[in-house]
């Protein structure tokens, strides 16, 4: 095989929950979309003043066997879900990682995180209210054992209007949404429930320590890789005066809730 055979293959590096996943791309239009949508989450490339460090996982793109740009874009999602993975798998047994949305106090680093299955509010509630705040993530709240949280500022898959089926991987700053400028910490835990009828006020409701952990454990990943991985979760409830149910329908209604998280103090 002549050099001329060898496939080429660009890089792009990312650090998500802590730790660098390295993209691997098969073409330089494509590398050049990756760059675009992950900005946010982009580390210098290797050979910059700051290299990037050792990556703990590598995911691959390929160019879609059919062109267009709806291809692409099945890709850039397939390829956030990857990334996503690798980096959990990465941090297990690290990291008490919540299925969440966060939002951050810019200046105090607080953070109320949103737990709920997909489909539920999370990324609208961070669309809505996240100006001004740092956009933590919209999809995974990863802990460590003093409250700090890895960033996760992702982005965005937003639902495409008219195609409400269909969604696009949109960068944060598109959305004018900005980075945590001081390092997170968990100020909050709400559970999300979207199950009031439009116009009904928010409802909340605090649940025992034992309906937290119910509630909570089937929404994070791989928490049975923690050591003692029930006290784990029950140290990060107790550190943040234990667990909330939100029940609403508009995600501009949840701004006191956030205003109340993002106000405290460590």
Known sequence: MTG???????????????VVVKILVDNA?????????????????????????????????RTPEVAGAEAVGVRLRQLTQEVTTGAIRA??????MFHAAALSNQ?????????APGGTGKTTIVRTLGHGRGYVTDETVGVDRDGLIAPFSKPLSVRRPGAPHVKDEIPPAELALSMPRT????????????????????ELERIDLLD??????????????????????ADTVRSVGGVRVLHYHDAEDVEPIVQEALEMAR
């Open 91 to 96: 941090n297990a047994g690290s990291l008490l």
């Open 212 to 233: 937290a952990l119910v509630t909570l454990a089937p929404e994070t990943s791989s928490l049975a890789a923690l050591h003692t991985p029930l006290k784990a979760l």
């Open 107 to 115: 200046d105090t680093g607080a953070s109320i995180a949103f737990v």
């Open 29 to 61: 239009e494509l590398c050049a979309e990756v760059r675009r949508v992950w900005a946010s989450c982009l580390v210098p490339d290797h050979g910059q003043p700051t290299p990037a460090a050792e990556p703990a996982a590598v995911v691959t793109m």
């Open 4 to 18: 001329m055979d060898i496939p080429r293959t660009w890089e792009v590096h990312v650090r998500v929950l802590g």
């Open 183 to 202: 390092a997170p910490w968990l100020a909050g835990i709400v559970v999300l429930r979207r199950d009031l009828r439009p116009g009904r006020p928010v």
